[in-house]
């Protein structure tokens, strides 16, 4: 069982940057691949970036490539997202998760693949 907590999110104006947290619990964080996903109302969850177990290999949405950097530490149990140059498109719900990738796989931008999830962090971006 993994519980994640996240935390970060907030009120920024567009251009601005915001640096999420996710806290895991458990001895087998380094195990799971992690995500961050995000949900604007009125639309459906969305994946952001994800992370390998050991953080060497990362990938992320189209949309926010060169903007954010996910990353992870795992004598910590945290990964984290950096968000910079921030648009109001951004504006969302940002979830993260973690999961298990089978065979030669080590990251995954879907949803299904992830099997444990927080309750999410606001961010706003006024233009």
């Known amino acids: 069982q993994v519980q994640l907590v996240e935390s970060g999110g907030g009120l920024v104006q567009a251009g601005g940057s915001l640096r999420l947290s996710c806290a895991a619990s458990?001895?087998?964080?380094?195990?799971?691949?992690m995500g961050w996903f995000r949900q604007a109302p009125g639309k459906e969850r969305e994946f952001v970036a994800t992370?390998?177990?050991?953080?060497?290999?990362?990938y992320y949405v189209d949309s926010v490539k060169g903007r954010f950097a996910i990353s992870r530490d795992n004598a910590k149990n945290t990964v984290y997202l950096q968000m910079n140059f921030l648009k109001p498109e951004d504006a969302a719900v940002y979830y993260c998760?973690?999961?298990?990738?089978?065979?030669?796989?080590?990251?995954?931008?879907?949803?299904?693949?992830?099997?444990?999830w927080g309750q999410g962090t606001q961010v706003t971006v006024s233009s």
């Open positions: 458990g001895r087998t964080f380094s195990t799971y691949i």
């Open positions: 998760a973690a999961g298990k990738v089978a065979g030669y796989r080590s990251l995954s931008s879907l949803s299904r693949d992830y099997e444990y």
């Open positions: 992370i390998s177990w050991s953080g060497s290999s990362t």
